[in-house]
C-alpha cells in the first residue's frame, strides 16, 4: 500500500520523467536509454519510499508502541517541562531516507497538547536537532493518567511535516497520524513509570515494536 500523502510527490516524480524521457527520445540511442533507466529508478524509489505496510500492533494497552521505523540512537534523562512538568527519559528514533516514514500513534489515550514550530535542518541525529528543527509535538494522556509527549523533527533532507493530530481527540495505539519526508527523527519522552524496554542501537518498527511499558 502506499500512503496517500505521497500520492502528489509521487506524480510530479512521473511527469517529470515523462518529460525528460520525451526530450532524451532526441539523443543518441545509448545515452537516451541511460537517462530512462535513471529516470525509472528516481520513479521507483520515490514510490519505495512513500511505501505503507500494514502493522500487526500488540493488544496490550499499558505498551507504548514505536512511532517510526528506525533506529534507536538516544537514550537520556531529561527534565520535561513543556507539557508533562518532570522528570523523563527522552527516547530518540532516527529514520534513515530508506525507512518506511508513516508515524503511527504510541499509545492510546486523549490528545491533550499539540504544537507546530518552524526551523532549521540540522542533520535528524544532532542532539540540537530537538530544539532547534522543524517539528511537531503531541502531547496524549492515557487512561491511568500517564502522559507522553512525542515529537516528528525534520532533518537535513526532509522539507515537510505532515500530521492529523488535533487537541480534544481520542487516538488508539497503533493508527497512522503522519509522515516526515525524506529522513527524519522521532523523539518520545517517557515519564518515570514507565519500563524502557530498548537500548541505544536498536531497530524499531511502526506501530509494532515495543518501547516500554507503564507500571
Known amino acids: 500500500m502506499i ?3 505521497g500520492f502528489g510527490t509521487i506524480s510530479v516524480a512521473i511527469i517529470f520523467s515523462l518529460a525528460v524521457g520525451f526530450g532524451a527520445a532526441y539523443l543518441p540511442n545509448l545515452l537516451s536509454y541511460f537517462i530512462y533507466a535513471v529516470l525509472g529508478i528516481l520513479c521507483l524509489l520515490t514510490i519505495y519510499f512513500f ?3 500494514e502493522r500487526h500492533t500488540p493488544a496490550d494497552d499499558s505498551l507504548i508502541i514505536s512511532p517510526a ?3 534507536v540512537v538516544l537514550i537520556e534523562e531529561i527534565e520535561e517541562s513543556e507539557y508533562m512538568n518532570q522528570k523523563a527519559t527522552q527516547v530518540s528514533i532516527f529514520l534513515s531516507p530508506l525507512n518506511v516514514h508513516v508515524n ?3 499509545f492510546s489515550g486523549d490528545v491533550e497538547y499539540v504544537k507546530y514550530s518552524p526551523g532549521k535542518y540540522l542533520m535528524a541525529w544532532e542532539d540540537h536537532a530537538s530544539e532547534q528543527n522543524e517539528r511537531a509535538h503531541f502531547g496524549v494522556k492515557h487512561s491511568s493518567g500517564t502522559k507522553i509527549l512525542f515529537k516528528q523533527i525534520t532533518g ?3 522539507r515537510r511535516i505532515v500530521y492529523n493530530l488535533e487537541e480534544g481527540t481520542h487516538v488508539t495505539a497503533g493508527e497512522r497520524f503522519g509522515i516526515m519526508k525524506f529522513g527524519s527523527r522521532m523523539d518520545l519522552i517517557l515519564p518515570d513509570n514507565v519500563d524502557i524496554m530498548v537500548e541505544k542501537g ?5 506501530g509494532e515494536s515495543i518501547i516500554g511499558k507503564i507500571r
Do not use: I
Request: a neutral charge; charged letters at 40%; proline letters at 10%.
Open 3 to 5: 500512503s496517500k500523502e
Open 51 to 53: 511505501r505503507d505496510p
Open 202 to 206: 536498536d531497530n524499531t518498527v511502526a
Open 156 to 158: 537535513f533532507l526532509a
Open 69 to 71: 521505523d528506525g533506529k
Open 104 to 106: 503511527r500513534v504510541p
